[in-house]
């Protein structure tokens, strides 16, 4: 097997095994504490530029299959574990995680004390990182680490987004059973969703078009006038990678249709939308990346267990004095960071955790509901 070293720009080293692709890149290095749903973080373009720690040790024992890809293709730059499994054992698996990684260029790195490296990651924070499989000494690597871009430098959606305009064909959420789509029991009757694209998922769009008859995807550089033109009764917002403050023309676009159609956003949507609305973002120490999440949803007095993938949060002081007022419906449980608006005047709301799971629990999937409800009574639910 051949020999791979992690090493991150403070200079901690980890080696081990390649698999996947050998290669060498450089990112942001980042850990996901999901025990199940490697293939759809692997696929999950949110992750774009990131290197990902799984902190379940075990990756890979049940395979992957096409299914369940979230993406076109897999836009993290590396995958770290502590074991990965070369022979999966499951009905639905047609490819091992080992081969698929192979197959789509990227590189991963076992025998990783990932127990370490998660609680370094915690105590330093998120940080530069490059895996290699050709450059072997710690001190030439850590030199092309220290000279590598930061994430927060890229711009990540321009490289997630769709390049062109289309509708989304699937009906309802995937069925594992006789591996078609389908459509949902309730009836749909929203006529027509505008998306845009900023790293969507397509666990997303099954949701969507599970409640409404067309759901048309736009790129994340998408103009206000472009939007509207195409008469959607709602418009979502969706998940992606990278500094929200970045995505200029995306906050432009929303403070141009605010209040104008109703609005659903998710993660980087939710923070583009607070950003368009006069509030700040920041960056975590380490982010929020796995499904046992705890949030707080205040209109309902429920907990959620939620599946999040983000870096950064908005900054709840922000949100107080502006000029649109905004309500906060949700907290995160872990630190009390904002995980949930809503702008009455504006008739939009938004969340920063991954209602659609995949991978995940379904606690807050009500939300899709709850969207259309907005847009046939107008009205939150109380």
Same mark, same amino acid.
């Given at each position: 097997?051949?020999?791979?070293?992690?090493?991150?720009?403070?200079?901690?080293?980890?080696?081990?095994?390649?698999?996947?692709?050998?290669?060498?890149?450089?990112?942001?290095?980042v850990f996901n504490t999901s025990m199940t749903g490697y293939?759809?973080?692997?696929?999950?373009?949110?992750?774009?530029?990131?290197?990902?720690?799984?902190?379940?040790?075990?990756?890979?024992?049940y395979g992957t299959n096409p299914e369940d890809a979230e993406?076109?293709?897999?836009?993290?730059?590396?995958?770290?574990?502590?074991?990965?499994?070369?022979?999966?054992?499951?009905?639905?698996?047609?490819k091992s995680f080992d081969a698929l990684l192979k197959e789509?260029?990227?590189?991963?790195?076992?025998?990783?004390?990932?127990?370490?490296?998660?609680?370094?990651?915690?105590?330093?924070?998120?940080?530069?990182?490059?895996?290699?499989?050709?450059?072997?000494?710690?001190?030439?690597?850590?030199?092309?680490?220290?000279?590598?871009?930061?994430?927060?430098?890229?711009?990540?959606?321009?490289?997630?987004?769709?390049?062109?305009?289309?509708?989304?064909?699937?009906?309802?959420?995937?069925?594992?059973?006789?591996?078609?789509?389908?459509?949902?029991?309730?009836?749909?009757?929203?006529?027509?969703?505008?998306?845009?694209?900023?790293?969507?998922?397509?666990?997303?769009?099954?949701?969507?078009?599970?409640?409404?008859?067309?759901?048309?995807?736009?790129?994340?550089?998408?103009?206000?006038?472009?939007?509207? #033109?195409?008469?959607?009764?709602?418009? !979502?917002?969706?998940? /992606?990678?990278?500094? +929200?403050? *970045?995505?200029?023309?995306?906050? &432009?676009?929303?403070?141009?249709?605010?209040?104008?159609?109703?609005?659903?956003?998710?993660?980087?949507?939710?923070?583009?939308?607070?950003?368009?609305?006069? #509030?700040?973002?920041?960056?975590?120490? !380490?982010?929020?990346? /796995?499904?046992?999440? +705890?949030? *707080?949803?205040?209109?309902?007095? &429920?907990?959620?267990?939620?599946?999040?993938?983000?870096?950064?949060?908005?900054?709840?002081?922000?949100?107080?004095?502006?000029?649109?007022?905004?309500?906060?419906?949700?907290?995160?449980?872990?630190?009390?960071?904002?995980? /949930?608006?809503?702008? +009455?005047? *504006?008739?939009?709301?938004?969340? &920063?955790?991954?209602?659609?799971?995949?991978?995940?629990?379904?606690?807050?999937?009500?939300?899709?509901?709850?969207?259309?409800?907005?847009?046939?009574?107008?009205?939150?639910?109380?």
């Amino acid at each position: 097997m051949t020999k791979a070293i992690l090493i991150l720009e403070d200079g901690e080293v980890f080696e081990g095994l390649s698999f996947g692709a050998e290669a060498e890149v450089f990112g942001e290095a980042v850990f996901n504490t999901s025990m199940t749903g490697y293939q759809e973080i692997l696929t999950d373009p949110s992750y774009a530029g990131q290197l990902i720690c799984m902190t379940y040790p075990l990756i890979g024992n049940y395979g992957t299959n096409p299914e369940d890809a979230e993406s076109r293709k897999p836009f993290c730059r590396a995958f770290i574990v502590k074991k990965i499994c070369r022979t999966p054992n499951h009905f639905r698996s047609t490819k091992s995680f080992d081969a698929l990684l192979k197959e789509q260029g990227v590189p991963g790195i076992e025998g990783v004390d990932t127990r370490r490296l998660t609680l370094h990651l915690r105590t330093r924070g998120a940080m530069r990182a490059g895996l290699s499989t050709k450059t072997l000494d710690p001190k030439t690597l850590l030199e092309k680490v220290k000279k590598s871009p930061s994430i927060d430098e890229e711009d990540l959606v321009a490289t997630v987004t769709t390049p062109k305009t289309y509708f989304y064909g699937a009906t309802g959420a995937w069925d594992v059973d006789d591996k078609q789509s389908l459509q949902s029991s309730e009836a749909v009757s929203c006529r027509k969703v505008a998306v845009v694209d900023f790293g969507i998922k397509t666990n997303i769009l099954r949701l969507l078009r599970q409640y409404f008859k067309e759901v048309q995807v736009f790129p994340g550089s998408v103009q206000a006038t472009e939007l509207l #033109a195409s008469k959607p009764d709602g418009i !979502f917002l969706s998940n /992606g990678p990278g500094d +929200p403050a *970045k995505v200029i023309s995306g906050i &432009q676009m929303v403070k141009e249709i605010l209040g104008q159609k109703p609005i659903f956003g998710i993660c980087l949507g939710h923070q583009i939308l607070s950003l368009a609305i006069g #509030a700040k973002t920041y960056k975590l120490k !380490f982010g929020h990346r /796995g499904g046992n999440q +705890p949030v *707080k949803c205040f209109q309902q007095k &429920q907990i959620e267990i939620t599946a999040q993938n983000h870096g950064y949060a908005v900054d709840e002081n922000s949100l107080k004095n502006l000029p649109i007022a905004a309500e906060i419906t949700h907290i995160n449980l872990n630190d009390n960071t904002v995980e /949930g608006l809503r702008i +009455p005047s *504006k008739k939009a709301f938004s969340v &920063q955790y991954h209602p659609e799971s995949s991978p995940g629990p379904h606690d807050s999937r009500y939300l899709f509901q709850d969207f259309v409800r907005l847009i046939e009574k107008g009205s939150f639910r109380a």
